[in-house]
């Protein structure tokens, strides 16, 4: 029996729970899902999304891109540069990347609080359900890690009756994208200054397989809800007027930060409105 199926048949008097399943969708098409589900549906969903393509650098909603990306070689090498509508931290994200998504009512859970630290402690108690027999698991601050080095990177965004976990996690990387990013001047204090390779670790070494991540994420969601497995065209054939607020930053967005010499107000500001 599938880990769906299993999950679904323990959980018929649970909230439900419906599950999208994608594999290499682009990270602006998922982002632009995940907030048209937040803001027009009621329903709880969860969105899984194995790999993307092109690699494409993410940031949180107020995130400064002088501060956070080098932005000459992203525009040498053409890097996607999107700004989504959660906050959190930048990541470059890729083929090795596997994306889950939780967007969920405020009573989905019962006994949750809908503020930032309670949906992050719930979703550590979830993910050390996946992880507890691969390695040394841990909530680190806002990250996902395998004893200190972070795998998985997590963004929120909070509405009135709704709220959005999402995490990539590093199945694995390429280390030269990593130059792409800066170390961020509000780092984790358990990062302890280390550099992007020595801060970070792939999940490959420590599970088997990205299915057994996937399936484990899915029985772990089974304990708490009825997962009703859900098409991509049923969610997407209505409300086609959403504008969301997620964006691809232009290059000329970019060269004009560059020639402003991170001076930033004019140039940060012109991105945010991007």
Not at 35 to 42: A, G, H, V
Not at 49 to 69: F, H, K, Q
Not at 170 to 179: A, G, I, P, S, T
Request: glycine residues 8%; contains cysteine.
């Amino acid at each position: 029996m599938s880990a769906t199926a299993s999950a679904a048949g323990r959980g018929a008097a649970r909230p439900l729970m419906r599950l999208v399943t994608m594999s290499g969708a682009p990270i602006l098409r998922q982002l632009h899902l995940e907030e048209r589900l937040l803001r027009r549906t009621s329903d709880n969903w969860c969105i899984v999304n194995d790999g993307t393509a092109p690699p494409t650098i993410v940031m949180g909603v107020s995130g400064r891109v002088s501060e956070l990306v080098e932005i000459e070689p992203v525009l040498r090498d053409r890097v996607p540069v999107v700004r989504r509508f959660s906050g959190g931290g930048t990541v470059i994200v890729d083929q090795g990347t596997v994306f889950v998504t939780f967007i969920c009512n405020k009573s989905a859970v019962a006994g949750l609080q809908p503020f930032p630290r309670d949906i992050m402690s719930w979703s550590g108690q979830l993910y050390g359900k996946v992880f507890d027999r691969f390695g040394e698991f841990h909530l680190r601050e806002n990250d996902y890690a395998f004893s200190h080095h972070k795998f998985g990177g997590n963004a929120q965004s909070i509405t009135k009756d709704r709220w959005v976990h999402h995490t990539s996690f590093l199945w694995d990387y390429d280390v030269k994208n990593m130059d792409y990013l800066k170390i961020p001047k509000r780092a984790p204090e358990y990062r302890l200054e280390r550099n992007h390779t020595d801060f970070l670790c792939r999940m490959k070494e420590y599970m088997p397989s990205r299915s057994v991540f996937t399936d484990g994420v899915i029985s772990a969601l089974g304990e708490q809800f009825s997962v009703q497995p859900t098409d991509l065209e049923t969610v997407l054939s209505s409300d086609e007027e959403f504008v969301p607020s997620t964006k691809l930053l232009s290059q000329q967005d970019l060269a004009e930060i560059v020639s402003s010499k991170g001076s930033s107000s004019l140039g940060v500001q012109k991105v945010g409105e991007a």
